[in-house]
């Protein structure tokens, strides 16, 4: 029942998902084995009627009264996630940016394995962060030639993203994790984390609530 | 005929104000007066029906044939997102996020203005930061109570992250930009930017290609 032909799952339900799956993962870890609908919408703001919804497109689980099974929810959701196999990222632009994503901790939790790191900063080459030392983003291009790299992460300036991209897609890359705050010309799914963006909803709904 | 109500624009709309935001503002630093739905909405990756089911919302722009008139739209915007007047954010936690954070350079375009930075490490209060210095977090109370402040920005761990929101919240706050991995107990308006769930959407985009 998984996801088989590809146009079951709406992108509504998809950007709800890896919610789903942090807070299943939460309660795995802490051996919880049921939830009910309620609770488990509860926790991540949701109503149960959306949470069954979103889950019977992908699946049939729990039974009325019984509630989800955590581990079965959890290990479809993985699986639909593509979380059961190792990906290796790469990150080009390592100002502060860069070193914040590369000390996130939670990326072994996602089975995701930081490959290279790269930027074009003397002073930055050569540092270790993560257990992975800096080279030069000229390296790039041959690192690429004998590395299968699954995620390209680009935290460079804006006015050097499009190269950075186009480096990763003649390598290999198979999607592109950006933070430039810039349009990427690429035939790569491409995922953006604009912090701007994010600033301008909050003002909007800091707006509305002194509007009331 | 501006949003009146408060109930007319939709979410989802709301969530694409932003990218409209951004490339309007583009073309009128450039100078263009008007700009057709077909190619605005081929700019943000739309399409001309979607853009003018969006504007309709919260107004009468355009004219068929004539394309939307750039200042104008620009303005409406600007003042549906709250941008028609300065907002001040501190930020707490500064780590690699919280420095990039501090360091973005798009603030002044949005009116937002700096006001103060917060830390616990002894290494970093008294680094300048985007003109402004870092003080121990001890002090964020008593700033709090002299300074009215718009939005509070955490990028702390997420172990204290609930402490600082707490203690924003009690200061008058009235938003809050979180990056730390949690959920916050709050009654004021969150705006979470969440690294991993961002990337596992990627993941689940390029596990989609493979498919095919």
């Known amino acids: 029942m998984l996801d088989e032909s590809g146009s079951k799952i709406s992108p509504r339900t998809i950007s709800r998902l890896p919610v789903y799956w942090r807070y299943l993962k939460e309660l795995d870890d802490f051996g919880i084995e049921r939830i009910s609908s309620r609770e488990l919408a509860g926790r991540i703001g949701s109503t149960p009627s959306q949470l069954r919804q979103d889950l019977n497109q992908f699946g049939h689980f729990g039974q009325h009264g019984y509630g989800y099974p955590v581990e079965e929810l959890l290990s479809s959701i993985s699986q639909i996630l593509g979380l059961n196999r ?11 940016l860069g070193m914040a994503i590369a000390s996130y901790e939670n990326f072994g939790r996602r089975n995701i394995k930081l490959a290279a790191l790269f930027d074009v900063d003397p002073e930055r080459i050569g540092t270790v962060v993560s257990d992975v030392q800096i080279q030069h983003a000229d390296e790039m291009p041959k690192f690429l030639e004998e590395n299968q790299i699954d995620i390209g992460c680009v935290s460079t300036p804006p006015e050097v993203a499009q190269e950075a991209v186009t480096t990763m897609e003649h390598g290999g890359v198979l999607g592109i994790w950006n933070f430039a705050p810039v349009k990427l010309q690429t035939k790569l799914p491409v995922e953006h984390l604009h912090l701007g963006d994010s600033l301008l909803e909050l003002l909007y709904r ?7």
Chains 1, 2 share one sequence.
């Open 206 to 212: 800091i707006g509305r609530r002194e509007d009331k």
């Open 86 to 96: 190792t990906r290796k990222m790469i990150i080009v632009g390592m100002g502060n």
